[in-house]
């Protein structure tokens, strides 16, 4: 039985915060027992890879209880690291499954640790920041690593993925160090319907910025073949509200617009907004106010802006210097196509995807996607002429090293709530592996998620996350404006 098992049977081994209190149910035997008594948390009983016979052999259970009090007695004063376990507050970002935590330092390895295994609560709920207080057997130096493996969750769990954005380490030292993550474990329940390794290895870095690529030209300058489409809401066409315009380089569907343009220096820039359609109750017309924001980010890059903050901030500013009301997502990447790197920055549920092989993984498959960035499900951080608006600086910020044959996907919800992830992945690959141009390609997607969205019985990225949002049953598709633009880099 490997170590998820074990976790998964002993369910209060480890307590936020404290070793937990009286008797416990031996996974192995059913035969309850006291762990010791305490506040500070104990390791687990054997390594990961730990199995039945390896703990219990064929010796009695009161012998091996007594042997296992010896072993927790420790020979000198244990010391105390104080961890925070952040998860994101992205669509799907929490789970009921605990986690286990190994520590490694320049003096060698912690014990195994069980978390998320609380006597009130279990797992992590989004947006969450739980602290718990490790008492490891000796001082383990400058810490290198933090392994992090999910349990295995229940049958009955939804959304067993976790979104893990960081975890922070106090040492016996006092100094704090920050574990970044921001990424997947175990599931995406953010589109995906495929698995995620349930492991990280999580590396420290002294400040929460990116990690720095580096900047060197390359031999040729990549080339970028890109496409995109738009199209309204069902009923928007047939109530003469709605309207598509597709052309060379900008277009819109409803409320979501989008650009794709060429700026100096090697600059492609490209951008995808969904504008909040309530605002029509009031008299306002958010398509309006993602069609100038598109617009307005495409003479900004056109102009020669190479920062892709400062693209989204500019735009922001004359869209509301204009007057112009209502609120929109907001999704920007730059290509640059000299130095092989991309730079986005995102605001609300609007997102892309990069699609292609790695020199770990020949296969081609999804290298990042972009979670959703929403105040509560449903509710996707948005600019706005209004006070409760998002500004352009809470911008979800991402650099990212790009190569030849590199497909990026961008899309509004429409897209990513009617499509799950792998399935974007093999239609792309279908697509090129038929040697199909970007155009081809973004129209066939968008066909795949207008028929998913009227669909009533489809299992979609959408009525996943619903289910796990309101604890009730959905399913089928979410009717909406689709907007899809692919980038073939070469």
């Not at 105390?80 to 060698?108: F, H, K, M, N, W």
């Not at 939804?158 to 893990?164: D, R």
């Not at 970044?180 to 420290?204: E, F, M, T, Y």
């Not at 290298?367 to 499900?377: L, S, W, Y």
Request: aromatic share 6%; charged share 20%; net charge negative.
């Amino acid at each position: 039985m490997a170590l998820r098992g074990f976790c998964a049977g002993l369910k209060t081994t480890l307590r936020r915060g404290r070793a937990c209190r009286g008797p416990v149910t031996s996974a192995f035997s059913g035969t309850e027992f006291a762990l010791l008594q305490g506040r500070k948390p104990q390791p687990l009983l054997r390594p990961c890879g730990a199995r039945q016979h390896d703990l219990i052999g064929h010796i009695s259970f009161a012998a091996h209880a007594q042997a296992l009090a010896e072993t927790f007695a420790p020979e000198s004063a244990p010391s105390v690291y104080r961890i925070d376990i952040v998860t994101g507050d992205v669509r799907g970002a929490g789970t009921q499954a605990p986690a286990i935590v190994t520590l490694y330092g320049e003096s060698g390895g912690s014990s195994d640790y069980v978390v998320g295994n609380d006597q009130d609560e279990h797992g992590f709920e989004r947006g969450s920041s739980r602290k718990y207080e490790l008492s490891v057997e000796k001082d383990l130096g400058a810490l290198k690593r933090i392994h992090v493996e999910q349990c295995e969750p229940s049958v009955t769990d939804t959304g067993s993925g976790w979104f893990l954005d960081k975890i922070e380490v106090t040492g016996p030292d006092g100094q704090a160090v920050i574990f970044p993550c921001h990424s997947w474990i175990g599931k995406n329940d953010a589109g995906d319907s495929g698995p995620v390794s349930n492991q990280r290895n999580l590396i420290p870095c002294e400040r929460l910025d990116l990690p720095a690529i580096p900047v060197q030209d390359l031999e040729q300058p990549l080339k970028v073949q890109a496409s995109a489409i738009a199209v309204p809401h069902p009923e928007k066409v047939y109530g003469g509200i709605g309207k598509a315009v597709n052309k060379k380089n900008t277009g819109w569907g409803g409320e979501d617009a989008y650009f794709y343009t060429t700026g100096p220096h090697g600059i492609i820039g490209m951008g995808v907004a969904d504008g909040v359609y309530q605002w029509r109750e009031q008299g306002i017309d958010a398509g309006e106010f993602s069609r100038l924001l598109m617009h307005t980010a495409l003479e900004v890059v056109e102009e020669g802006q190479p920062d892709v903050l400062k693209v989204t901030q500019a735009a922001a500013s004359r869209v509301t210097a204009a007057g112009t009301q209502g609120s929109s997502t907001c999704c920007i990447v730059l290509v640059d196509t000299l130095h092989g790197r991309l730079a986005s920055a995102n605001v609300g549920d609007s997102g892309f995807m990069i699609l292609g092989v790695t020199h770990n993984n020949p296969k081609p498959h999804v290298k990042f996607r972009t979670p959703q960035q929403e105040h509560q499900f449903g509710c996707p951080y948005q600019l706005g002429h209004h006070q409760a608006a998002d500004p352009p600086e809470d911008a979800m910020l991402t650099a990212l090293p790009l190569i030849a044959g590199d497909v990026i996907v961008m899309g509004s919800d429409g897209l990513f709530d009617n499509v799950a992830d792998e399935t974007i992945l093999s239609e792309v690959q279908a697509q090129i592996t038929a040697g199909k141009r970007a155009s081809v390609i973004a129209q066939r997607l968008c066909a795949v998620a207008f028929n998913n969205s009227v669909d009533k019985d489809a299992l979609t990225p959408y009525c996943v996350a619903a289910t796990e949002a309101f604890d009730m049953v959905y399913s089928g598709g979410k009717k909406d404006d689709i907007t899809v633009l692919v980038a073939h880099i070469q």
